[in-house]
């Protein structure tokens, strides 16, 4: 009797899972921010957050938690109840970047977590102060080899997605020993300091006060990442067109849930996020930061953040990019 009701425990523990999954979701579901309120990560996170939880029937209420990188909202998500109630916003900061800066990170960027829907691929663009006088990359190189040291660009912190795409911007162009990197904490802060005038460039994520700062003409963007020029900024060239076709950093954002999350309740999720996606409300939101709505499944984003958590230690080994 022992045997048998040992060997039914799994089907048991299956049947139950499947059960919850079904009724799932029963109360409202956090999605951990790691970010401040007005960066891109959070924008986009607002964006679906209201959409998907009207489809699941159940509120997705936003809760902020900034600092360390992205690292302490990161490590939150890994820590909660792998039960589908607490998601988290994954990010290159939290996952790709973070093991680069923080050698004794107390979670694993691949095997803590479960990938559930990336929301978005997202451009970076190299803004400048309006009042620098710069209208080009060229322009730009330039003026830092005119003045070494007097040039400052500013992140959304040490180890940020931000940084990393500064970082390869000025090691691209050879200035990085001649520009001072300032980190902020975070990248609605960088963006504002640039428009500012307390650095003379970011480079960062489009979408959330970046979007701000260039419509309101306090900087200048020079050029996006990506293949294409994006809709919202159509007189922007891209990095190639501009004269640097090496660099080609697109950031991301998506959803993940802490390991061990039943497989069921992240295909309702994925299912919620892509539903939520091609709606007209989010479609419009998106377009109008320069995002384009994607659709991918867990697998699928899961291998994203594998190959960008791989590809960006390799830049960071071979010394292309200096964190630091």
């Known amino acids: 009797m022992k045997k048998l009701l040992t060997a039914a425990l799994p089907a048991l523990a299956l049947m139950t899972g499947v059960a919850v999954a079904q009724d799932y979701p029963t109360r409202p579901i956090t ?14 996170a ?43 916003m994954a990010s290159q900061s939290g996952l790709s970047l ?25 451009s970076n ?38 940084h990393f795409a500064g970082a390869l911007f000025v090691a691209l162009t050879g200035i990085a020993d001649k520009t001072v990197h300032v980190p902020y904490q975070g990248g609605s802060q960088a963006s504002v300091a640039a ?5 003379q460039f970011y480079v960062g994520p489009t979408g959330g006060n970046m979007t701000g700062v260039i419509e309101a003409k306090k900087v200048i963007p020079l050029a996006v990442s990506g293949d294409k020029r994006l809709a919202s900024m159509p007189d922007v ?27 069921e309740i992240v295909d309702k999720l994925n299912a919620a996020a892509i539903e939520a996606s091609k709606t007209p409300e989010v479609i419009a939101a998106l377009k109008a930061q320069g995002i384009e709505p994607i659709e991918n499944t867990p ?21 292309v990019v200096v964190l630091h």
């Open 237 to 263: 060239p891209t990095f190639a067109e501009a004269g640097l076709p090496e660099y080609t950093a697109v950031g991301w954002y998506g959803i993940m849930a802490p390991a061990g999350t039943p497989k």
């Open 46 to 88: 607002r964006i679906f957050a209201p959409a998907m939880g009207k489809i699941l029937g159940k509120e997705v209420v936003i809760d902020n938690k900034p600092g360390g990188g992205n690292i302490i909202g990161t490590q939150l998500t890994a820590e909660a109840a792998p039960d589908g109630y607490t998601i988290g």
């Open 299 to 319: 697998e699928e984003f899961a291998k994203i953040i594998k190959d960008d958590v791989e590809g960006s230690k390799k830049l960071v080994d071979d010394g």
């Open 195 to 199: 428009a500012a005038g307390e650095v």
């Open 98 to 122: 973070a093991p680069l800066t923080k050698p004794d990170l107390a979670y694993d960027p691949i095997n803590d977590f479960t990938a559930i829907y990336n929301f978005a691929n997202v």
């Open 125 to 162: 663009a190299l803004v400048v102060n309006a009042d620098l006088g710069v209208k080009s990359i060229q322009e730009l190189v330039a003026l830092a080899n005119e003045k070494p040291g007097e040039l400052n660009y500013s992140s959304g912190g040490i180890g940020t997605s931000s």
């Open 31 to 44: 999605l951990i921010v790691p970010q401040t309120a007005g960066g891109t990560n959070d924008t986009v």
